[in-house]
């Protein structure tokens, strides 16, 4: 059972335009979440978060959006870069402290 | 501060054969997790300890994979015997107790 879904196994973008990565969740005692990059050959790392008491966390080109009526997140990454291209795992926590994670999209920015 | 640590990177090995993947975390670190990526689950939670004693090994698949952490500063994760399926890349991460996880640069094992 998934609790958590990245439904879109990659992205494809242009260089500048606004790249879009979705994620739905099925517990709602999930109370904070996640997005990790990861890049080949190396372990993810942390990139953006937001507690269920936001709705919108923003770190410069970077800004999550959370809908918890829906239990949605997306992150938005605007404008998008070459060097962004990497795999993005959505993760969802709740008291227990455990991550429970996405399958992943896998974005590439086209220069 | 090296990071998380995990040895080997790459594991080769035959099908029935014993696998064992080290983990050292960041100093300081209470938490542990061990993940394992698939293209199909992405990166599944296989079991996490706080102050070396496991607390969830839920997501352990089978009987054959199991997790020790004798001290603070080590980690291992076993499977006897290896099978097929077992291909996958292995993460370790630490935290403290928030949601600050570090990850490890994984093990890519193959058991063919």
């Known amino acids: 059972d998934q609790q958590v879904k990245q439904n879109s196994p990659s992205l494809s973008v242009q260089e500048g335009r606004i790249s879009i990565l979705n994620c739905d969740y099925t517990?709602?005692?999930?109370?904070?979440f996640l997005w990790y990059k990861k890049y080949p050959a190396e372990g993810p790392t942390f990139l953006i978060s937001?507690?269920?008491?936001?709705d919108k966390n923003e770190d410069g080109r970077f800004t999550v959006f959370l809908n918890k009526s829906a239990k949605h997140l997306s992150l938005h990454i605007v404008p998008s870069q070459p060097g962004d291209s990497a795999v993005y795992f959505c993760?969802?926590?709740?008291?227990?402290?455990?991550?429970?994670f996405g399958q992943g999209t896998t974005l590439q920015v086209k220069p | 501060d090296a990071g998380v640590i995990q040895s080997p990177r790459h594991e080769v090995t035959e099908m029935g054969q014993e696998v064992t993947l080290r983990c050292k975390p960041i100093?300081?670190?209470?938490?542990l997790f061990w993940y394992r990526q698939t293209m199909m689950r992405g990166l599944e939670l296989l079991i996490y300890?706080?102050?070396?004693?496991?607390?969830?090994d839920s997501g352990m698949p089978e009987d054959r994979f199991s997790a020790k952490m004798p001290n603070a500063s080590f980690s291992t994760l076993k499977i006897q015997p290896s099978e097929p399926r077992d291909s996958a890349v292995y993460f370790c991460?630490?935290?403290?107790?928030?949601?600050?996880?570090?990850f490890g640069s994984g093990t890519r094992l193959t058991v063919v």
């Open positions: 991460a630490s935290t403290t107790a928030n949601y600050g996880y570090t």
């Open positions: 517990n709602s005692m999930f109370d904070y």
């Open positions: 937001i507690s269920s008491i936001k």
């Open positions: 993760a969802a926590s709740s008291n227990t402290g455990k991550l429970i």
């Open positions: 100093s300081g670190h209470d938490y």
């Open positions: 300890f706080n102050n070396n004693v496991p607390i969830d």
